[in-house]
């Protein structure tokens, strides 16, 4: 194996016990990078020899006996929406071209306080919205990857580098996770800060991670979790141990409420076979269940704050270069101004009662089971994908992480996302773990070797 192809857990316990250098790893990940991005176009800014440095510092910083972090010469990627002292960001869009700021996002902080290197930004959409980058999707160069974390999935899925770091307002960490095949986690909103971030939508801003496996992404949440006074959604509390509640076996078998979600009829017909597999495969772990009727109006209602919060949080942009702006962000920011003020307020308001509601599901099961998107990644680049089974997770907060385990007509992946009670984070990616090795348990039982088109693996 590669030093490339290593899961970040797997790589940092190698760094850690001596095994393997950081600029070996960092190395391998640029020779794969050189090799494939020409066809894929994760990145929006890699600099080789600056990536090597970090890695050599971070050799030498062992080899002398120094303190080590937890992501210790570990590469990870950042989507081009964080600020990064060492690298531009330009947010996708010709407006802020050649903009370099002086500090990192704090969770980049975060991430190079653990002794990560730095390795490269990733193409993001279009101020993280539906504009689309260059990036295609590594199993299919004529199908989109998702977005708007379109580079990060895909430098993960294509064994560019072990872990990248992106957002979602909507759907854009679980949609492009799918899409391209890699465990996406999209945690509690305000669990990780979103300072350095580019501000689209307070209500709706969450910063998540890219890997290859669910111990990876816990290890990586849990290094950029914490406390931020200059964001006000975080909370000053300890932060939950995700990578080792995420290793535990579980008390009990873990139930799951197969959520059809009112977007249903969007999935496409393999997908809902795919998900009855699942559920029968899960027997008596699994049950279907319904929703509160209210709902129905969460699409519409993140519509609203979403338009809103970005008209507001994009009308410099609006008002003094709006010919840079693409159609779609104009239209969006238009209809924001549209709105009224009695029913944005509304559209926030309903967040906690219907936060409410749902939790009488984790009552009783410990994960909500539904679709990460409506199938495998549709064949054309002018459109990132629908984002329908992300939204009301999204509106709500709740922790979301989608796992790779379904295959479409295509032979292209389809993401199964498990929801978790908000705050419940670890727990979340503990279930989640269990679930995978489960139906790897069941793959390896029935000496499965190949997967069924529309079916579970």
């Not at 940092?12 to 950081?22: C, D, F, N, P």
């Not at 809103?308 to 104009?330: C, Q």
Request: with cysteine.
């Amino acid at each position: 194996m590669n030093p490339n192809e290593l899961s970040l857990a797997q790589a940092a316990l190698e760094i850690r016990e001596g095994r393997l250098k950081s600029a070996e790893l960092v190395r391998s990940c640029l020779d794969r990078i050189k090799a494939a991005d020409g066809a894929i176009q994760a990145w929006a800014f890699l600099d080789p020899e600056h990536a090597l440095r970090q890695a050599e510092d971070l050799d030498l910083r062992r080899a002398e006996g120094k303190p080590t972090g937890r992501l210790h010469g570990v590469p990870i990627a950042i989507k081009d929406l964080f600020d990064t002292a060492d690298y531009p960001t330009e947010y996708g869009s010709p407006i802020y071209a050649g903009r370099t700021p002086r500090r990192d996002a704090t969770c980049v902080a975060r991430l190079r306080a653990a002794g990560a290197v730095i390795l490269g930004k990733t193409v993001t959409t279009e101020f993280a919205y539906f504009h689309p980058g260059p990036t295609r999707n590594p199993h299919d160069p004529k199908r989109t990857p998702g977005g708007s974390s379109s580079g990060s999935a895909a430098a993960v899925a294509a064994f560019m580098v072990p872990g990248a770091i992106g957002s979602q307002t909507n759907g854009s960490v679980i949609r492009p996770a799918s899409f391209c095949g890699t465990v996406g986690f999209k945690p509690t909103h305000g669990l990780i800060p979103r300072t350095g971030v580019f501000p689209l939508s307070r209500t709706l801003d969450h910063v998540g991670c890219f890997a290859r496996t669910v111990e990876d992404v816990a290890l990586v949440a849990e290094v950029m979790a914490g406390y931020d006074a200059d964001d006000p959604d975080t909370r000053a509390t300890a932060t939950p141990p995700f990578a080792a509640v995420a290793a535990e076996a579980p008390p009990l078998p873990p139930r799951f409420a197969f959520v059809k979600t009112p977007s249903w009829r969007q999935a496409e017909p393999t997908t809902q076979a795919a998900f009855a597999e699942l559920v029968e495969a899960l027997g008596e772990n699994a049950a279907e269940v319904e929703l509160p009727t209210i709902a129905q109006e969460i699409v519409a209602m993140h519509q609203i704050v979403m338009d809103v919060e970005m008209a507001r949080n994009l009308h410099r942009e609006y008002e003094k270069t709006r010919a840079k702006l693409s159609g779609k962000l104009r239209q969006l920011i238009e209809r924001g101004q549209k709105h009224l003020a009695v029913d944005y307020r509304r559209a926030v308001d309903l967040i906690e009662p219907i936060n409410a509601t749902i939790d009488a599901v984790f009552d009783e099961y410990d994960a909500i089971l539904t679709p990460a998107a409506p199938g495998e990644a549709p064949v054309g680049l002018d459109s990132t994908g629908n984002p329908v089974f992300c939204t009301l997770w999204t509106y709500l907060g709740t922790p979301a992480v989608t796992l790779p385990l379904l295959t479409g007509p295509a032979g292209l992946p389809i993401g199964v996302q498990i929801v978790g009670r908000r705050g419940n984070d670890a727990r979340l990616l503990r279930t989640a773990r269990w679930l995978a090795a489960m139906l790897a348990g069941k793959r390896r039982g029935a000496k499965t070797t190949k997967a069924k088109k529309g079916k579970t693996p």
